[in-house]
């Protein structure tokens, strides 16, 4: 397949050493670059097909390299997600790990061979960019270059978005990343909210509990199926995806920042937030040898800032105001911990609740992520 006769050839990357070029080019592509914090170079094979993640189980993934003159210009992944398709009974195939030069002559036919593979197993849409779901690593960045990218949350180049466009592709939905500063005393409109969710029940916040941690993830697992079941792109995790998941979190996980919500004594909600490792990572270029591991080691407990990661409530207690508990105990446990801001990420654009808390707390909406889709 080539771009447009103009040399730009776009093949499949299927020989270990294709995946290892397919792998190693966003590195090059932002090497220096001030904002682009590179993933661990060994997070990204799992991401790829690697049948012990257990994503892959079912789902299927196809890479693409565009080269021009021996030289990788670009790479994109088409991905079957058939348990999206189950749960929201629909045709729809992704596109994800995009990363190309600023040319449409490399985007074009990248896009293009996404597309076909898809299209030839029966897909009606396509959407993207997934990395590989939206449980993973998921939106293009359309605003707020100016600033790092934090634990597991993407950068890209303002470029991108217009060459999605080019292709054709149209915005589906919006996805939200605010910032927060710690803080020793909450501000009156945040203790208000939570003044009201305690009256709602017999309230209690603690902190997860990593020495029974199988147990408090199953908690979470449940929860989390609950409270998003209604949201845009949502699909059910597996007890085995969400150990996979939970067992990469549990190594840079801090208890003082997690919490489980119980009412009358049943788990209601829950809050995960991280230290922010892109901190320690950046300048290592994905790698932990020789410098990289130490680096993270002892940046473990000195980051100055955090992730919330993932928070939800099941759908009888939503209303209740205890999103804003959460955020009341994360700020100071922040503030006491020596973190000085937090990101609260990603939260749908149609998500008024949660917005509209964060808004009510002062925080700051400084980046939007988008997810585009077209017809095949």
Request: proline share 7%; charged share 25%.
């Amino acid at each position: 397949m080539t771009g447009e006769g103009f040399g730009v050839e776009v093949r499949p990357a299927e020989s270990r050493r294709d995946r290892a070029r397919f792998v190693d080019f966003p590195y090059r592509l932002y090497r220096g670059h001030p904002h682009w914090v590179p993933p661990l170079r060994i997070s990204v094979p799992p991401l790829l097909g690697d049948p012990r993640n257990p994503f892959w189980r079912e789902a299927r993934i196809a890479l693409f390299l565009a080269e021009e003159g021996g030289r990788t210009v670009g790479r994109i992944a088409a991905i079957e997600y058939p348990a999206h398709n189950r749960f929201w009974e629909d045709r729809v195939g992704f596109f994800g790990f995009f990363d190309a030069v600023d040319d449409p002559r490399v985007s074009r036919p990248l896009l293009d061979a996404a597309a076909r593979w898809l299209a030839a197993r029966g897909f009606e849409r396509i959407r993207g960019p997934a990395n590989p779901s939206t449980n993973h690593e998921c939106g293009l960045l359309v605003d707020g270059f100016e600033h790092d990218n934090v634990l597991q949350m993407p950068y890209n180049d303002p470029y991108y978005a217009r060459l999605l466009l080019d292709w054709g592709l149209a915005k589906e939905i919006d996805l939200y990343a605010y910032k927060i500063a710690s803080t020793p005393t909450p501000p009156p409109a945040l203790e208000r909210l939570v003044r009201r969710a305690q009256r709602a029940g017999r309230v209690e916040v603690r902190n997860l509990q990593v020495k029974d941690f199988a147990r408090e993830v199953e908690r979470v697992r449940e929860i989390y199926n609950d409270a998003w079941e209604a949201n845009w792109g949502f699909v059910p995790l597996s007890a085995e995806e969400f150990d996979f998941i939970s067992r990469d979190l549990k190594q840079v996980v801090r208890p003082e920042l997690c919490y489980l919500a119980l009412i009358d004594g049943e788990p209601a909600a829950f809050s995960i937030g991280l230290p922010n490792m892109n901190e320690c990572l950046k300048g290592t270029g994905g790698r932990l040898f020789p410098f990289g591991l130490a680096k993270l080691l002892l940046g473990m407990k000195r980051t100055r800032s955090m992730r919330v990661i993932t928070l939800g409530v099941k759908k009888k207690f939503q209303n209740r105001g205890i999103p804003a508990a959460f955020y009341m105990r994360t700020m100071m446990d922040c503030h006491r911990l020596g973190i000085e801001w937090g990101e609260g990420s990603w939260i749908l654009e149609n998500n008024v609740l949660m917005n509209r808390v964060l808004e009510n707390l002062g925080a700051d909406r400084y980046k939007t992520y988008r997810i585009y889709g077209k017809p095949l």
